[in-house]
């Protein structure tokens, strides 16, 4: 059974095509690692798969999508705001309650964030943006991840910590990533692009490091 799926798709810039058309079946279950040169399609893969997705899928964009005002809290419980009516999501913003709180903070343990909690994002570092992102999505209990490069800009620990959170949390996934070694680590596929294109589609255990880094 597909969780996420497409069929002969395509994406284009400014008249000119970036990707495509190629077609791609995620299966449930499957913890898939997007890799691949820059400029070679990847971020606008995961851009397709997410508007063509059906449920719930939690998201992780290159540019993070933060509300830079609000707090490392606020900006997490975003991540399941479809579940509130209007007025408790308001509630929320003047003063969260004990709920959330609670669901909230183990999340920012695990991510090494307690102490940021209140302060606002636009205050923190990269990194620390990258982690708010991540426990966003985490907090969101969807099925479904879609993300892209999300541990881009943390070091050795802590990539694999989050690297571990998200395959560990998530069902099925799909997770665009430049490091080769998280890729075969952490995901059971790696799906190869190169020029707009799926150059290569196969099981993590029938590949090596140098079969997917003649991709860049």
Partial sequence: MSA???KDTSAAFKGKRVLGP????VGKGEKIALVGGSGAGKSTLIRLLYQHAQGRVALVPQDLGLVQSLSVFHNIFMGRLNEHPTWYNLATLVKPFQRERN???????????????????ASLSGGQRQRVAVA???YSHAPVLLADEPVSALDGPLAHTVMGLLTDSFETSVIALHDVQLALKYCNR???IAEGQIAL??????????DILQLY
């Fill in 103 to 121: 669901d909230i903070g183990p999340w920012l343990e695990k991510l090494g964030m307690t102490e940021k909690q209140w302060t606002a994002v």
């Fill in 22 to 25: 190629l077609s791609l079946s």
């Fill in 4 to 6: 996420l799926q497409l």
């Fill in 136 to 138: 966003r999505a985490l």
């Fill in 190 to 192: 790696i799906v190869g």
């Fill in 201 to 210: 589609d196969e099981a993590r255990e029938r590949l090596t490091e140098t």
